[in-house]
C-alpha cells in the first residue's frame, strides 16, 4: 500500500511564493523506502506524525520542519508508522530572501528553520487534521512575515530564465543580459539556492526529459539526446544517472509511484 497524498494549487495571494501543497497520510510498520529525485523548487517540510530518517547521502532523523534545499543527487528516505505531512513546494529564490536564509548546505541534507519564527505556526497547523486548514494557517503565517507586495530582483529573474530557457541558449548569454560578473552571479545563486547556475540548469534539463519520457514505451535516446542539447547519448546517460543514481532504463522501468510522492511530482503531472 503506497502513501495516500493530495495536491493543493496556491491561492493569488500567496502564489508569488508557493508553488505546490502537498499532504501526505500513511501508516506502516514495516516501512517505506525510495527517494527523492532532485528538482528546481525548495519545500519547507512539516511533519506532524513520526519523523522519516534518511538513509543517504548522510544517515540522520529529519526534524519536525526544515527547508529541504536544491540538491544535485537523489536522497533516500525512509517512511515508517505514522507519516502525516505538509509539503510547501516554493521558488527557492524568493523562500530564501524573505526569510534571510542561506541555502548553502555544506554537508547538511536539510536546512534548519528558527524555532522562535516557526514552532508557533507548527502548532497551530498541528491542531488541525484538514490539509486546507493547515494551508491557511500558513498562508496567515506567510502573510505576517512578510505582508508588502513582494518584487523580484535581478537573482529571481534570473533564476526564472534559466528554468524556462531552451536548452540551446547558454548560460553566458542568459547571464550577459543582466551586466554583472559570473563570480558576483554564482556568489548570489549559491546564497539564494545553494547551487550554481550550472547545476540549476542540468537539474532542469533532467526534469523537462522525465517528463518526455513514457514508460509504456521504448525509451527513444536520440530524440533525449537531441531535446536536452547533449553533446551524445552516453553523455545524457551519465548525467541522468549523476542526479537519480540510476540509469535511465531501470529508473523507468521500475515503480516510480512513491518517487513521485516523495518527489513532489504527481500533483504537477495531474
Not at 547533449?230 to 521500475?254: S, V
Request: charged residues 25%.
Amino acid at each position: 500500500m503506497k502513501p495516500v497524498a493530495e495536491y493543493f494549487k496556491p491561492g493569488n495571494d500567496i502564489s508569488w511564493l508557493v508553488k505546490q501543497f502537498e499532504a501526505i497520510n500513511f501508516y506502516s510498520k514495516k516501512g517505506l523506502t525510495d527517494k527523492f529525485v532532485p528538482r528546481q523548487d525548495a519545500s519547507l517540510v512539516f511533519h506532524f506524525g513520526t519523523l522519516p530518517r534518511m538513509l543517504s547521502p548522510a544517515e540522520q532523523q529529519l526534524p519536525r520542519y526544515f527547508i529541504a534545499p536544491l540538491v544535485p543527487t537523489a536522497n533516500r528516505i525512509m517512511i515508517k508508522g505514522r507519516t502525516d505531512v505538509l509539503i510547501v513546494t516554493c521558488n527557492p529564490t524568493i523562500l530564501s530572501r524573505i526569510l534571510g536564509i542561506s541555502m548553502i548546505r555544506e554537508k547538511k541534507v536539510c536546512l534548519n528553520l528558527p524555532k522562535h519564527v516557526f514552532n508557533p505556526v507548527w502548532e497551530t497547523m498541528k491542531k488541525h487534521d484538514d490539509p486546507e486548514a493547515r494551508i491557511k494557517a500558513f498562508s496567515g503565517f506567510i502573510h505576517d512575515i512578510y505582508p508588502g507586495k513582494y518584487i523580484p530582483d535581478e537573482t529571481d529573474i534570473m533564476f526564472e530564465m534559466i528554468c524556462n530557457s531552451s536548452f540551446n541558449t547558454q548560460l553566458r548569454d542568459i547571464i550577459s543580459d543582466f551586466q554583472v560578473c559570473e563570480r558576483t552571479v554564482q556568489r548570489r545563486f549559491r546564497e539564494r539556492l545553494g547551487i550554481t547556475p550550472k547545476m540549476l540548469s542540468r537539474i532542469v534539463k533532467i526534469n523537462y526529459l522525465w517528463n518526455t519520457i513514457n514508460s509504456k514505451r521504448p525509451i527513444d535516446y536520440q530524440d533525449l539526446v537531441f531535446l536536452g542539447n547533449y553533446f551524445d547519448q552516453t553523455h545524457f546517460i551519465k548525467d541522468f544517472k549523476a542526479m537519480t543514481g540510476e540509469t535511465p532504463d531501470y529508473f523507468f522501468k521500475r515503480n516510480l509511484d512513491m518517487v513521485r510522492i516523495l518527489s513532489g511530482r504527481a500533483g504537477q503531472e495531474n
